[in-house]
Structure formats: C-alpha cells, structure tokens
C-alpha cells in the first residue's frame, strides 16, 4: 500500500493517537524545536502535557508516551524477532535468546523533536552483540526496522555502532511495558526520539537505507534524525529551558 495514503486514511479515521517513536501529533506536525529561534522557548512542560503518563514505579518520573497505531501488549510467550536480508545467518529470536547477550545499563536522554526530553536509565544489549551473531554480509550498511504497530524506520550501520546506541529491553532495572515499545526498542542518543523505534518485530540487513514512515512523509523530520543546536525542556529539570549544541545531550 502507498505510504502517504495509507497514513492519511489513519489519520482520517482516527486511528493514529500520534507518533509511536517520539514526534509530533502524526495529524498535524510541525518543528516545535526550531535549530535557531529567535529566542528560547517559554519555559514549562511541551505542548500536548495530557499524554504525560504517571509511572508506576517510585523512581522513574513522569514520561510522554506517544503511540503510532495503538494496538494490543504483545504475547511476550510467542514474540520472536525476525532477522534477515543480508546476513551469513537468518534467525529467529525469542526474547530469552535477547536476555543472554551480554547486558549492560546505560543512563541516557530521550531528546524529542517536540522540544521535551528526559533522562533515563535503560537495560538491554548492544547492537554489536546481535550483528556477531547474524553476521552481516559484505555491503550491509544499514537496518530496516519493522515494528508490530507497522512503523518502520531504516539505521546506519554507523549509527548502530555509536558506543552509546542501545537495543532497550528494559527500563530502571524492569522490563518494558508495551507504551514505551515493549519487548524490544533501539535507543540511539544522537538521535531525535522518533529515530527510537518501538516494538520492534523484525530487522532486515540492506545495503541502502530509507527514509522510513515519518520522513518520508513530513520534511520537518530528517532521514538522520540527528538532534541539531537548540533548546529543550527537560522533564527532570522542571521550568528549566536548556540551550543544547546538537548531538548527544551530556552535560545535564
């Protein structure tokens, strides 16, 4: 199916809440975080607070969810992530082969091109892990990533390699709930919020990238994604407005 028709005909139909990996209301979308204002933002939350969820746990603050075609909390007794394209090895994954790849913890920030972010303390393993097992062929440059919720997004292989770039499988020491992409999401610090694509259900080796669903439909987001000079609101800094240089944001 044509992307742009088929996004159009979800958001006639109400089905799109909005963007599942971090942008804007898919309905209407726009650059809340311009690279060079002619002044900073007013300080205080991002726009559309109502989808700021309270977490449930005692030590992780609150958090915006938003959601590309909500659908149901996978069966994580039958999930298993599809790997193949070019690759020495195609596989099939459960979630407990995942778990036994080498695990760390990483504290990074969520930067969202809304103009939010946040700091968070993710679990999971490094992309390097998985591409020793499945081998990448010769010319295999980038990752097509395919989610149950049908968005789709493509990642360099240098982007992948970035020593903070992180396959999350969970969040302060628990697993991911199905909001904040449940089993399996990348976390790519460098990159806007939309580039850390949720429930992800299958990878394609490629040797050519794509746009994916939100840059090829709205210019206002990259192919890259990369996080440009600006400012930002970070929700663990409450009415504090932040001035940022692009990239990784690592001094707050």
């Known amino acids: 199916m044509n992307r742009r028709k088929f996004l159009d005909g979800l958001v006639k139909t109400g089905t799109v809440a909005a963007l599942g990996a971090g942008p804007a209301a898919i309905a209407s979308p ?9 002044a900073p933002p007013a300080a205080g939350g991002a726009p559309n607070s109502h989808w700021i969820i309270p977490s449930d746990k005692p030590d992780q603050f609150h958090l915006k969810v938003m959601e590309f075609n909500p659908i149901p909390a996978p069966d994580l007794a039958t999930w298993e992530l599809e790997i193949g394209g070019l690759v020495e090895k195609p596989l099939r994954l459960k979630l407990a082969d995942l778990h036994s790849l080498p695990q760390i913890t990483q504290s990074s920030r969520l930067k969202c091109v809304q103009c939010w972010s946040a700091r968070i303390t993710w679990n999971g393993f490094r992309a390097k892990e998985l591409l020793k097992i499945i081998r990448p062929k ?31 499988t969970g969040m302060y020491g628990h697993p991911l709930t199905p909001e904040h992409g449940a089993p399996l999401r990348l976390v790519i610090p460098f ?58 944001i690592t001094e707050y």
């Open 30 to 38: 726009r650059p809340l975080c311009p690279p060079s204002p002619a």
């Open 138 to 168: 010769p010319g295999a440059t980038w990752m097509r990533v395919d989610c149950a919720d049908r968005y789709y997004d493509f990642h360099s292989l240098e982007a992948l390699l970035y020593p903070h770039t992180l396959f999350a």
């Open 191 to 248: 990159e806007y919020g939309y580039k850390s694509t949720k429930l992800i259900t299958k990878i394609t080796m490629m040797n050519h990238g794509g746009k994916g669903v939100v840059a090829d439909t709205w210019p206002y987001y990259t192919q890259s994604g990369r996080i440009q000079p600006g400012y930002d609101h970070p929700f663990d800094i409450p009415g504090v407005t932040k001035s940022i240089k692009g990239g990784e």
